[in-house]
């Protein structure tokens, strides 16, 4: 739930550290001006960023709820707040406010159970708050598989984390796959939807998909034929936002608004949204 | 107090969807009132006979919805134009808005268009029913009774003064062409051009100051068919909803004034439309007056292919500084 | 209930203006308008007003907060203005039910404070409608335009206004205005109930249904045939939207001022083109999704979502002022069409 009294005015945020992750993603480490994390989150939750003149927009928080003492944003350029984020420096400031949406259901669902991530692209920082979640409570889950793909090597986000981090967990396997051959690749080769079926997964685990449309399209294609029923797979949705709270109208799609309602939506639930997303 | 009848254009519409002349047909389709008449594209010939509708209420000028119905049709589209709406067409066309060839315009003649708020504010809330005379209309009221109301009572604003009653463009004519009219419609410009900078200013300012940035005006346009409107694009830094000082909306009004002039026809919906009834109309015959002025009569719309004399240089053309002095008065 | 001569209203309104902003309906040269009371104006005897009170509560356009920005730093500048008592006069059964309407989307968790204080300071002094409209269909929600809701319900009879406090804060102005009512006027609000319900029966659109529609319809309407006749002539500007007493979308600017940054709330529509564009995609492409948005916001997915309670109050406006004269009414009468066989 919210905690901010007024729910659209916005604290400071001072941003410590600026990480690049590939040619268009930069990862943002934000605090508060006393040096704290701005606020407790869920895994998949998101907060609004802005830089005031510029604009505002909602943006997935891709630390773990688990990481006290900082809130992490990797962040792809593709509009004005991103391009302008994209130039500052640490020490810059920017307004936070949050945290909005459902999140996964870490706790209510996933518990217990064998992880599918399955992410494409930018599609993965969504997907890194969970898996770290996840790390952190190795306890409470199954086996975690993470499939990720993305253009070339260079477009993988949070590619060190990957290699010196999850790769070297115990019950963990990463498969890495870019698009087309690569000088200095010896991974995988080949588009996600494809490296999913080759991985011929069991069908007793909880998938969690997200990435481009076209991915998320072929992969639920491949995931439903080779037995995965579609409440066993969850996706995170992205529709313009202004308000972040569910009532400024900007992204409700039937009964339902994303911003407050999802961006995490199980397939059926999603299923049954008008087709306008 | 219209002379033709909606059955007398069934009838043609009829005869040249089954003769294959045309595959629809741009009309009016009747609503819940009177008055309340809807542009509407008919392919169904029961729909046509039960839903097409003409009538003192018909004053939405048809010609802009022409661009995106042309879009997609394989056949002919039958429009039935009013004069004041050729002029409309024609400027479409020299844009090359659509594809002529598309379009089959049947001319049909106008006796003016009645304006629904003229006939509240006379007979107030509660209307029943309309019905047209030969020089007005009579109106059934809830509270006031039955009502006769003159013509020249409840014209819409552009019909007052009807600057021609000659189709410009048409493949066919119902009934005679008229003719250009002499009118009174710079008539206003010249009040307000009569008045102290400071007046023009306040009448303005207060005319404005109503606007809702419901953008009604623009989109009816015949002559604002951007594909996308500066005004609505996010990344142009100019798509201002919120009015955060009373500079927006003149902005607005001023820039859309500039961006048709001279191509501008005086159709008149933008005043029609408008639902804080600001006389948007003004703005725009501001110009054509100052163009009719500075570089000869003219007309957009009544030839295809004319070049606005904004976009159009010659050895006559005013010398900016006179131009500046003459308006400076 | 409380009653005034009808000459002694003023004195009324005089007096109610003393201790808090007071808007009263005038006639302005487009329409009535609800105006702020000073000696002299004279009330409107217009059914509705042009706006509706919505603007009272949830501006057009709203300072939310100030920035001011120097190199990396920012400061935040709360500036909230919204604290002031008002009270409105005459406001209509449609447009106070569409009070209720809002305040199930801005009072709902998280709230929204603007909204929320506003509603905190005002009072709604309501006004039955001695004549309705043709244009009118709020029996069509289940209002009763003889017997509005408001902190203060009024009737005007023939030489008199009758008083009765609803709710607590009406109560409590109510009895600030002892000095200038006395007691009494039931007999007038009676006969002012009965003549309305007697028009109310003649209006041309009373047989209008919504029962069609509301909770958990998406499926039945959302891909009907309907839509693509009765957006055709939509042209995608938000005067529906505007003149609507329930329309709440908004969309949030900044714009940078020589003082600072200034973020303003202003109202938005879901007709206009740019709404749900984003640098992804548009997911509502043309007019026609644009244009079922707002009505199955309205007729199924507001009242999912609020115990089938519509978002609509038949109020008229959108049927006047629409410029292709498109509405709800033809649109809940074409798309029920198809069952009635």
Same mark, same amino acid.
């Given at each position: 739930?919210?905690?901010?009294?007024?729910?659209?005015?916005?604290?400071?945020?001072?941003?410590?550290?600026?990480?690049?992750?590939?040619?268009?993603?930069?990862?943002?480490?934000?605090?508060?001006?006393?040096?704290?994390?701005?606020?407790?989150?869920?895994?998949?939750?998101?907060?609004?960023?802005?830089?005031?003149?510029?604009?505002?927009?909602?943006?997935?928080?891709?630390?773990?709820?688990?990481?006290?003492?900082?809130?992490?944003?990797?962040?792809?350029?593709?509009?004005?707040?991103?391009?302008?984020?994209?130039?500052?420096?640490?020490?810059?400031?920017?307004?936070?406010?949050?945290?909005?949406?459902?999140?996964?259901?870490?706790?209510?669902?996933?518990?217990?159970?064998?992880?599918?991530?399955?992410?494409?692209?930018?599609?993965?920082?969504?997907?890194?708050?969970?898996?770290?979640?996840?790390?952190?409570?190795?306890?409470?889950?199954?086996?975690?598989?993470?499939?990720?793909?993305?253009?070339?090597?260079?477009?993988?986000?949070?590619?060190?984390?990957?290699?010196?981090?999850?790769?070297?967990?115990?019950?963990?396997?990463?498969?890495?796959?870019?698009?087309?051959?690569?000088?200095?690749?010896?991974?995988?080769?080949?588009?996600?939807?494809?490296?999913?079926?080759?991985?011929?997964?069991?069908?007793?685990?909880?998938?969690?998909?997200?990435?481009?449309?076209?991915?998320?399209?072929?992969?639920?294609?491949?995931?439903?034929?080779?037995?995965?029923?579609?409440?066993?797979?969850?996706?995170?949705?992205?529709?313009?936002?202004?308000?972040?709270?569910?009532?400024?109208?900007?992204?409700?799609?039937?009964?339902?608004?994303?911003?407050?309602?999802?961006?995490?939506?199980?397939?059926?639930?999603?299923?049954?949204?008008?087709?306008?997303? | 107090?219209?002379?033709?009848?909606?059955?007398?254009?069934?009838?043609?519409?009829?005869?040249?969807?089954?003769?294959?002349?045309?595959?629809?047909?741009?009309?009016?389709?009747?609503?819940?009132?009177?008055?309340?008449?809807?542009?509407?594209?008919?392919?169904?010939?029961?729909?046509?006979?039960?839903?097409?509708?003409?009538?003192?209420?018909?004053?939405?000028?048809?010609?802009?919805?022409?661009?995106?119905?042309?879009?997609?049709?394989?056949?002919?589209?039958?429009?039935?134009?009013?004069?004041?709406?050729?002029?409309?067409?024609?400027?479409?066309?020299?844009?090359?808005?659509?594809?002529? $060839?598309?379009?089959?315009?049947?001319?049909?003649?106008?006796?003016?268009?009645?304006?629904?708020?003229?006939?509240? $504010?006379?007979?107030?809330?509660?209307?029943?029913?309309?019905?047209?005379?030969?020089?007005?209309?009579?109106?059934?009221?809830?509270?006031?009774?039955?009502?006769?109301?003159?013509?020249?009572?409840?014209?819409?604003?552009?019909?007052?003064?009807?600057?021609?009653?000659?189709?410009?463009?048409?493949?066919?004519?119902?009934?005679?062409?008229?003719?250009?009219?002499?009118?009174?419609?710079?008539?206003?410009?010249?009040?307000?051009?009569?008045?102290?900078?400071?007046?023009?200013?306040?009448?303005?300012?207060?005319?404005?100051?109503?606007?809702?940035?419901?953008?009604?005006?623009?989109?009816?346009?015949?002559?604002?068919?951007?594909?996308?409107?500066?005004?609505?694009?996010?990344?142009?830094?100019?798509?201002?909803?919120?009015?955060?000082?009373?500079?927006? $909306?003149?902005?607005?009004?001023?820039?859309?004034?500039?961006?048709?002039?001279?191509?501008?026809?005086?159709?008149? $919906?933008?005043?029609?439309?408008?639902?804080?009834?600001?006389?948007?109309?003004?703005?725009?015959?501001?110009?054509?007056?100052?163009?009719?002025?500075?570089?000869?009569?003219?007309?957009?719309?009544?030839?295809?292919?004319?070049?606005?004399?904004?976009?159009?240089?010659?050895?006559?053309?005013?010398?900016?500084?006179?131009?500046?002095?003459?308006?400076?008065? | 209930?409380?009653?005034?001569?009808?000459?002694?209203?003023?004195?009324?309104?005089?007096?109610?203006?003393?201790?808090?902003?007071?808007?009263?309906?005038?006639?302005?040269?487009?329409?009535?308008?609800?105006?702020?009371?000073?000696?002299?104006?004279?009330?409107?005897?217009?059914?509705?007003?042009?706006?509706?009170?919505?603007?009272?509560?949830?501006?057009?356009?709203?300072?939310?907060?100030?920035?001011?920005?120097?190199?990396?730093?920012?400061?935040?500048?709360?500036?909230?203005?919204?604290?002031?008592?008002?009270?409105?006069?005459?406001?209509?059964?449609?447009?106070?039910?569409?009070?209720?309407?809002?305040?199930?989307?801005?009072?709902?968790?998280?709230?929204?404070?603007?909204?929320?204080?506003?509603?905190?300071?005002?009072?709604?002094?309501?006004?039955?409608?001695?004549?309705?409209?043709?244009?009118?269909?709020?029996?069509?929600?289940?209002?009763?335009?003889?017997?509005?809701?408001?902190?203060?319900?009024?009737?005007?009879?023939?030489?008199?206004?009758?008083?009765?406090?609803?709710?607590?804060?009406?109560?409590?102005?109510?009895?600030?205005?002892?000095?200038?009512?006395?007691?009494?006027?039931?007999?007038?609000?009676?006969?002012?109930?009965?003549?309305?319900?007697?028009?109310?029966?003649?209006?041309?659109?009373?047989?209008?249904?919504?029962?069609?529609?509301?909770?958990?319809?998406?499926?039945?309407?959302?891909?009907?045939?309907?839509?693509?006749?009765?957006?055709?002539?939509?042209?995608?500007?938000?005067?529906?939207?505007?003149?609507?007493?329930?329309?709440?979308?908004?969309?949030?600017?900044?714009?940078?001022?020589?003082?600072?940054?200034?973020?303003?709330?202003?109202?938005?529509?879901?007709?206009?083109?740019?709404?749900?564009?984003?640098?992804?995609?548009?997911?509502?492409?043309?007019?026609?999704?644009?244009?079922?948005?707002?009505?199955?916001?309205?007729?199924?997915?507001?009242?999912?979502?609020?115990?089938?309670?519509?978002?609509?109050?038949?109020?008229?406006?959108?049927?006047?002022?629409?410029?292709?004269?498109?509405?709800?009414?033809?649109?809940?009468?074409?798309?029920?069409?198809?069952?009635?066989?």
């Amino acid at each position: 739930m919210n905690n901010v009294k007024e729910p659209l005015i916005p604290s400071i945020g001072v941003i410590t550290d600026v990480r690049i992750d590939t040619p268009d993603v930069k990862t943002f480490r934000v605090v508060t001006p006393e040096g704290k994390k701005a606020f407790l989150h869920k895994p998949g939750q998101c907060a609004m960023l802005s830089i005031p003149g510029v604009g505002e927009a909602m943006f997935s928080i891709t630390s773990s709820p688990t990481n006290t003492e900082f809130m992490e944003f990797s962040i792809k350029k593709c509009g004005c707040v991103t391009e302008w984020l994209h130039q500052a420096e640490v020490g810059q400031q920017v307004t936070i406010r949050g945290p909005y949406g459902n999140g996964f259901p870490v706790e209510e669902k996933f518990k217990g159970k064998d992880l599918l991530f399955i992410a494409g692209g930018i599609g993965l920082a969504p997907l890194r708050s969970v898996i770290n979640y996840v790390r952190a409570n190795r306890a409470d889950y199954g086996k975690v598989d993470i499939v990720y793909g993305s253009r070339s090597k260079d477009d993988l986000v949070d590619y060190n984390e990957i290699i010196s981090e999850w790769m070297t967990d115990d019950g963990i396997n990463v498969h890495l796959t870019i698009d087309r051959e690569q000088e200095g690749w010896t991974g995988h080769v080949g588009f996600v939807p494809a490296y999913v079926k080759e991985l011929n997964f069991t069908t007793d685990k909880t998938a969690i998909l997200c990435g481009p449309p076209i991915m998320i399209k072929f992969t639920l294609q491949g995931l439903l034929e080779m037995g995965f029923e579609k409440t066993q797979i969850y996706t995170t949705m992205e529709l313009r936002m202004k308000c972040g709270i569910g009532k400024c109208g900007r992204c409700n799609i039937g009964d339902k608004y994303v911003c407050k309602d999802g961006p995490v939506f199980r397939m059926d639930e999603l299923e049954e949204l008008p087709d306008e997303y | 107090m219209q002379k033709i009848t909606r059955e007398i254009l069934i009838d043609k519409a009829a005869f040249l969807l089954s003769t294959g002349v045309v595959g629809s047909v741009f009309g009016w389709r009747a609503g819940e009132f009177d008055y309340d008449v809807t542009p509407a594209l008919f392919t169904d010939k029961t729909d046509l006979k039960n839903n097409f509708v003409f009538g003192d209420f018909c004053g939405a000028n048809v010609s802009k919805y022409l661009i995106k119905a042309t879009k997609n049709a394989e056949e002919k589209i039958l429009v039935f134009l009013k004069p004041c709406d050729t002029y409309s067409f024609n400027q479409l066309l020299t844009e090359h808005r659509f594809n002529r $060839e598309k379009v089959y315009v049947v001319g049909i003649p106008c006796e003016g268009m009645a304006d629904v708020r003229k006939i509240k $504010e006379k007979a107030g809330e509660g209307i029943l029913k309309i019905s047209s005379t030969e020089d007005g209309v009579i109106v059934d009221t809830l509270y006031n009774g039955t009502i006769s109301l003159k013509k020249e009572d409840i014209l819409l604003e552009r019909c007052k003064n009807c600057k021609s009653k000659k189709h410009v463009a048409y493949d066919e004519l119902i009934g005679e062409d008229g003719t250009v009219l002499e009118n009174d419609r710079f008539d206003e410009v010249a009040a307000l051009e009569a008045m102290s900078p400071e007046e023009r200013f306040n009448f303005w300012q207060n005319e404005l100051s109503r606007c809702i940035r419901c953008n009604a005006c623009r989109d009816v346009c015949p002559a604002c068919t951007c594909e996308k409107c500066v005004f609505d694009n996010p990344e142009s830094g100019v798509e201002n909803k919120a009015a955060y000082n009373s500079f927006e $909306e003149k902005m607005f009004h001023i820039i859309r004034a500039f961006h048709v002039a001279g191509r501008c026809t005086d159709c008149g $919906e933008c005043s029609r439309v408008c639902p804080q009834h600001i006389p948007l109309h003004l703005l725009n015959r501001k110009f054509i007056k100052d163009i009719n002025q500075f570089y000869g009569e003219y007309q957009a719309g009544e030839e295809v292919g004319s070049r606005a004399p904004l976009v159009n240089y010659t050895k006559e053309d005013i010398e900016p500084n006179d131009a500046v002095n003459k308006g400076d008065k | 209930m409380r009653k005034c001569k009808v000459e002694n209203i003023y004195t009324l309104l005089g007096e109610i203006s003393k201790n808090a902003k007071l808007y009263i309906p005038v006639d302005q040269v487009n329409g009535a308008k609800f105006t702020e009371y000073a000696e002299g104006l004279t009330l409107s005897n217009a059914l509705k007003t042009e706006r509706s009170i919505k603007d009272f509560f949830f501006p057009q356009t709203e300072n939310l907060v100030d920035f001011k920005v120097s190199g990396k730093i920012i400061e935040i500048i709360d500036n909230r203005s919204e604290m002031e008592d008002f009270v409105i006069f005459g406001a209509r059964a449609c447009d106070v039910r569409s009070m209720e309407i809002l305040d199930r989307v801005f009072l709902s968790e998280p709230v929204d404070t603007y909204y929320a204080n506003r509603r905190a300071h005002g009072i709604i002094i309501s006004m039955a409608c001695n004549r309705p409209a043709e244009t009118c269909f709020c029996s069509t929600f289940g209002i009763d335009a003889s017997k509005p809701a408001g902190d203060i319900v009024c009737y005007k009879g023939e030489n008199e206004y009758v008083f009765e406090g609803v709710t607590e804060k009406g109560k409590n102005l109510l009895e600030k205005l002892n000095a200038v009512t006395e007691n009494g006027g039931e007999d007038t609000a009676k006969i002012v109930q009965t003549e309305i319900k007697t028009i109310l029966d003649k209006l041309p659109l009373k047989d209008v249904k919504a029962d069609k529609f509301g909770k958990d319809k998406t499926d039945k309407f959302f891909n009907a045939p309907e839509w693509k006749t009765l957006s055709e002539a939509c042209l995608g500007c938000g005067t529906c939207t505007f003149v609507c007493p329930t329309c709440q979308c908004y969309d949030i600017k900044d714009f940078n001022t020589n003082s600072g940054v200034k973020r303003f709330r202003c109202w938005d529509s879901c007709m206009y083109s740019d709404f749900t564009r984003m640098s992804a995609g548009q997911p509502r492409p043309t007019q026609l999704e644009r244009f079922r948005q707002r009505f199955m916001h309205k007729l199924v997915y507001y009242p999912t979502n609020n115990d089938g309670i519509f978002g609509c109050v038949g109020c008229g406006r959108c049927l006047s002022r629409c410029p292709i004269s498109m509405n709800i009414v033809k649109v809940m009468k074409k798309l029920g069409e198809g069952d009635n066989e």
